[in-house]
T-cell receptor, first 110, second 118 residues
Framework: SQKIEQNSEALNIQEGKTATLTCNYT??????LQWYRQDPGRGPVFLLL?????KEKRKERLKVTFDTTLKQSLFHITASQPADSATYLC?????????FGAGTRLTVKP | DADVTQTPRNRITKTGKRIMLECSQT?????MYWYRQDPGLGLRLIYY???????NKGEISDGYSVSRQAQAKFSLSLESAIPNQTALYFC?????????????????FGPGTRLLVL
């Protein structure tokens, strides 16, 4: 089954900087990949979906890339704000369900 | 009102007890899921259901059972709770976007149930 690795458990950055989170997978390249945001004590919330034939997807201050050669997706938050502090999960479809990474906890310091 | 609700939100129980976690959704989705989340392990799928007559085991189904009472309701049972089932449990629903070849689904999660088994 697919193994999903997110670069680190925690990432600390200064407000205004760009946060870059990494999601690597090990097996076949999926038809699409998703990113979710999870706040403490709450369920994950869908942010973005990128398809295998898309190199980049943007939504406001968020940008996602998908490199099927590297088997990697990068998730960027530009002009980061303390309100962006949360855990970010990547997810891939596998057979009939979705597999989630363990997440990266982002802290944006004022 | 929230689209996906879970009850209870918190539960403390003792080893050996049977407990049920309930999930209701108003999104009209056919697909429903139960996950558990543990620190460092992320979300792991317990069971999923694609319609009322369909039940499928996920990655970690041992020790759990489910019931899909209606399109909107999907309950998770721990027949005999044990301490290593202490975790955060999430219910989710999804709908298939037929516009993407092979389909693409976005999952919508409930607020979670924090379970402690003593």
């Amino acid at each position: 089954s697919q193994k999903i690795e997110q670069n680190s458990e925690a990432l600390n950055i200064q407000e205004g900087k760009t946060a870059t989170l990494t999601c690597n997978y090990t097996n076949y390249s999926p038809a699409y990949l998703q990113w979710y945001r999870q706040d403490p004590g709450r369920g994950p919330v869908f942010l973005l979906l990128i398809r295998e034939n898309e190199k980049e997807k943007r939504k406001e201050r968020l940008k996602v890339t998908f490199d099927t050669t590297l088997k990697q997706s990068l998730f960027h938050i530009t002009a980061s704000q303390p309100a962006d502090s949360a855990t970010y999960l990547c997810a891939l479809p596998e057979r009939l369900d979705m597999r989630f990474g363990a997440g990266t906890r982002l802290t944006v310091k004022p | 009102d929230a689209d996906v609700t879970q009850t209870p939100r918190n539960r403390i129980t003792k080893t050996g007890k049977r407990i049920m976690l309930e999930c209701s959704q108003t999104k009209g989705h056919d697909r429903m899921y139960w996950y558990r989340q543990d620190p460092g392990l992320g979300l792991r799928l317990i069971y999923y259901s694609f319609d009322v007559k369909d039940i499928n085991k996920g990655e970690i189904s041992d020790g759990y059972s489910v019931s899909r009472q209606a399109q909107a309701k999907f309950s998770l049972s721990l027949e005999s709770a044990i301490p290593n089932q202490t975790a955060l449990y999430f219910c989710a629903t999804s709908d298939l976007d037929e516009g993407l070849a092979g389909g693409a689904e976005t999952q919508y999660f409930g607020p979670g149930t924090r379970l402690l088994v003593l």
